[in-house]
């Protein structure tokens, strides 16, 4: 499965964005996807996750009511809505595909079979 994400920039604190993450594969309604974000110096981390039948979600505490995670798999595609950014939302955000047997681990972003490239979000205060 290859991964393209897309729809950084910068923003103002409490404004919006939407990333996006385009799969290659037929096979991406068969995959649980996440989104990790990463700052400069620290750890990668995890942001928001969907079950492949987009009937179940799980959000880190930081972005929950913030941040809106869903997909599309008609067109292979997963969505982040960021809402009500704050500069400590600044990174460089990735999407990820893991196998729908290890939804109870994703938030490990080492047990995710494959990444997109980063897409970088500033937000300034």
């Known amino acids: 499965v290859q991964l393209q994400a897309s729809g950084g920039g910068l923003v103002q604190a409490g404004g919006s964005l939407r990333l996006s993450c385009a799969a290659s594969a037929r096979t991406f309604s068969s995959y649980v996807m996440g989104w990790f974000r990463q700052a400069p110096g620290k750890e990668r981390r995890f942001v928001a996750a969907?079950?492949?039948?987009?009937?179940?979600?799980v959000y880190a505490s930081s972005v929950e009511g913030r941040f809106t995670i869903y997909r599309d798999n008609d067109r292979n595609t997963l969505i982040l809505q960021m809402d009500s950014l704050k500069p400590e939302d600044t990174a460089a955000y990735y999407c990820?595909?893991?196998?729908?047997?290890?939804?109870?681990?994703?938030?490990?972003?080492?047990?995710?079979?494959?990444w997109g490239q980063g897409t970088q979000v500033t937000v300034s205060s």
């Open positions: 990820a595909a893991i196998s729908t047997t290890k939804w109870l681990w994703v938030r490990y972003s080492d047990k995710y079979d494959y």
């Open positions: 969907i079950d492949y039948r987009d009937s179940a979600t």
